[in-house]
């Protein structure tokens, strides 16, 4: 037996602001599960390399102090936009190298085009909506009076 959500199975497109479309992977549990896992390991790696830096009399410029939860937080955010658009993006449209020629769409300008907080930010809430709603139409069951997450019919006879 199979079982289907209504996910897409097949690559699709995504339309972002400023005429930018993006070609993605489906988004699955995995994807979204390992983005947020390797984003959480490159902030933990980049606030341990800027602890190295500082201890030894260095400065670190350009990022956030990340012993502030709320910067943390946003910088975590800005990560896991990054890593899906690593994981999920084949391809796209609209997005031009500083000559005005298209871009590639390679490692390096993905993590360009996601420092564009507004692309990002769109990018995220758009890639993810459909896997959200189902995890969300998941959470709706009322809870059942014996505390498991959700009521359901019974289908086991009394013991």
Not at 45 to 56: C, D, G, N, P
Request: glycine fraction near 8%; charged fraction near 20%.
């Amino acid at each position: 037996m199979s079982v289907r959500l209504g996910l897409a199975v097949e690559p699709y497109w995504l339309e972002l602001a400023h005429g930018v479309r993006v070609h993605v992977r489906p988004l699955t549990a995995v994807i979204y599960q390992a983005a947020r896992y390797k984003a959480s390991d490159r902030l933990r790696r980049i606030k341990v390399e800027q602890q190295e830096i500082t201890a030894l009399g260095g400065a670190v410029s350009g990022l956030p102090d990340l012993d502030d939860l709320v910067a943390a937080g946003a910088m975590l955010q800005t990560l896991i936009a990054r890593e899906l658009a690593h994981l999920g993006m084949i391809d796209w449209e609209g997005v031009v190298a500083a000559d005005d020629d298209p871009a590639p769409c390679t490692y390096a300008t993905r993590e360009d085009l996601m420092m564009l907080p507004g692309i990002a930010d769109e990018f995220v809430e758009t890639y993810s909506a459909p896997l959200i709603a189902l995890f969300a139409e998941g959470k709706s069951l009322p809870p059942s009076l014996n505390g498991n997450s959700g009521e359901a019919r019974t289908i086991a006879g009394t013991a």
